[in-house]
């Protein structure tokens, strides 16, 4: 990586608000002016009311939300990109490559083995099957999942062994950028710590982290510091 | 960036006083999965048939690239070379699967048709192919002899995209190819496509009005209301963050699942 470089994912200026055309085209702003910049190797813990907007700030990050005004750069494969102005393909390169997501809940594809579903990002980004598979399996047996669930779809798994499912899917290509929204929620102690150990490790190879972490004691060992996401006024 | 696979732009088809398509543009890239959404009489399906050459636009072109590079206006390249370019490099899987498939062959004689009409002519590699066909949309290869009038729905509609896909086209179009079907088998079938697109590489234009199913398979999405695309975009912020009216309305009146 080159000296100076300040930022993995910065946001200039970010706004959103929903419009509401079943409801007789109410507008509700929820973001607005978000100016965050994370560096390499940095954890940002987003901080604010519950209902402030955290999450949908998360989803903006991700290009899930469209931005509504402001820019969200990135530096994808030696290019800075807006990824709020960014079309689809774009958008679907950048989180092939770039940019990585771990949601609350997995979102479960019937049929398609644990495995598999772990393997996918790997195999997407081009890294030969049986070494995806590999890497996939050794990063669920630290995450605690017994081999004998690896060939199961995840459909009939408990929340907090298909939470772990969604982390190993989501640590295993080692993003640039990765968003954690919770990821400890329906988690133990032990594997608590397991995801403590993934966060750091992945910090020490360079990825800048934004998470949402409601659990104080996994917060204040990862984040570097807080950003803190606040209410927009009622009457925009 | 690679070039489009297909290309269209302008397209507008009315049926008296109804506009069917009302300036319709459209592109999609080798690889893709494009879902075009919408209620019964949004011109979904007939803009299916208009970008495959199965109806003529009153206004618009449809650009198409070959293999080679070169490329033609779909609605200019005459009878033959269509016939020709839908049985090798495009592919078409019907809502019906009497519609694409041949009912008084054998399921083996299904597939290897289409494999003979691209130039194979060693019997036994045709049914080899076409038993791995068979195995690979899980109709036990047994019933190779079978005919396909004595399948299931779910059964017949796995062998005719076989039947599609066993000459490795570049482009698929589907219209709704989960709709007649229950919807145990359904969720089976939806699984098998999003396994082969990904496996084959392929581009796929996937008409169909079930939400979750263009969630689970499409990489993007149109969204088509009297016909116009009203909205399109990638598939997660289409339907987690809906702009046009309609869109909000189509997403609020799925049940969550």
Same mark, same amino acid.
């Given at each position: 990586m080159t000296m100076g470089m300040s930022w993995s994912i910065r946001t200039e200026g970010l706004g959103k608000a929903f419009t509401l055309h079943l409801q007789g085209g109410t507008r509700i702003p929820v973001l607005g002016g978000v100016d965050l910049g994370v560096a390499p190797g940095e954890c940002v813990a987003l901080s604010g !009311?519950? #209902?402030?907007g955290k999450s949908t700030l998360m989803r903006c990050l991700y290009g899930n939300y469209g931005a509504g005004e402001g820019r969200i750069l990135l530096r994808h494969q030696g290019e800075i990109l807006d990824l709020a102005a960014a079309d689809a393909r774009a958008v679907r390169a950048i989180r092939r490559e770039t940019l990585g997501y771990v949601s609350q809940f997995l979102r479960v594809i019937p049929r398609v083995p644990t495995l598999e579903i772990v393997a996918e990002p790997l195999i997407a980004r081009g890294t030969p099957r049986e070494a995806a598979l590999a890497a996939a399996r050794a990063l669920l047996l630290r995450l605690? &999942? $017994?081999?004998? &669930?690896? #060939? &199961? !779809? $995840?459909?009939?798994?408990?929340g907090g062994e298909q939470q772990r499912v969604n982390l190993a899917r989501g640590f295993? !290509? #080692?993003?640039p950028v990765l968003l954690l929204d919770e $990821?400890?929620?329906? &988690?133990?102690a032990a594997n608590r710590e397991v995801v403590i150990g993934l966060i750091e490790a992945a910090k020490l190879a360079g990825t800048a982290i934004i998470g949402i972490f409601h659990d104080t004691e996994v917060r204040d060992r990862v984040a570097d510091r807080l950003f803190e996401v606040l209410p927009m006024p009622a009457a925009a | 960036m690679s070039a489009p696979l297909l290309q269209a732009s302008g397209l507008s088809l009315r049926f008296g006083a109804i506009a069917?398509?009302?300036d319709v543009a459209l592109e999609i890239h080798p690889g893709e999965v494009v879902a075009i959404v919408g209620e019964s009489g949004s011109g979904k399906t007939t803009l299916l048939r208009v970008l495959s050459g199965l109806m003529r636009p009153e206004a618009g072109t449809v650009r198409y690239r070959d293999p080679a590079g070169a490329v033609h206006s779909v609605h200019d390249m005459g009878e033959a070379a269509m016939r020709r370019l839908h049985r090798s490099d495009w592919g078409f899987v019907h809502q019906n699967p009497r519609d694409g498939? =041949?009912? =008084?062959?054998?399921a083996g004689g299904n597939i290897g048709e289409r494999l003979m009409a691209v130039g194979a002519r060693h019997y036994g590699g045709i049914r080899a192919e076409a038993t791995a066909w068979l195995q690979r949309v899980e109709i %036990?290869?047994? =019933?190779?002899?079978?005919?396909? %009038?004595?399948?299931?729905g779910g059964m017949q509609q796995r062998l005719q995209i076989a039947r599609t896909l066993v000459t490795h086209p570049r482009l698929v179009f589907m219209d709704e190819?989960?709709?007649?079907?229950?919807v145990s088998v359904q969720a089976k079938l939806l699984d098998m496509i999003r396994g082969l697109v990904a496996d084959l590489g392929l581009a796929v234009l996937i008409v169909t009005h079930d939400i979750a199913a263009a969630r689970l398979l499409a990489h993007r999405l149109l969204v088509m209301r009297h016909g116009r695309v009203v909205e399109q975009g990638l598939t997660d912020r289409v339907l987690?963050?809906?702009?046009h009216e309609y869109t909000q309305l189509l997403v609020a009146s799925v049940l969550a699942a």
């Open positions: !009311p519950s #209902g402030a605690n &999942l $017994p081999a004998r &669930l690896h #060939g &199961l !779809p $995840p459909a009939t798994f408990s295993a !290509p #080692g993003y $990821p400890t929620a329906s &988690l133990d | 069917a398509l009302d498939l =041949r009912m =008084r062959v054998s %036990d290869p047994e =019933r190779i002899d079978g005919m396909p %009038d004595k399948f299931s190819p989960t709709g007649g079907l229950d987690d963050d809906p702009q």
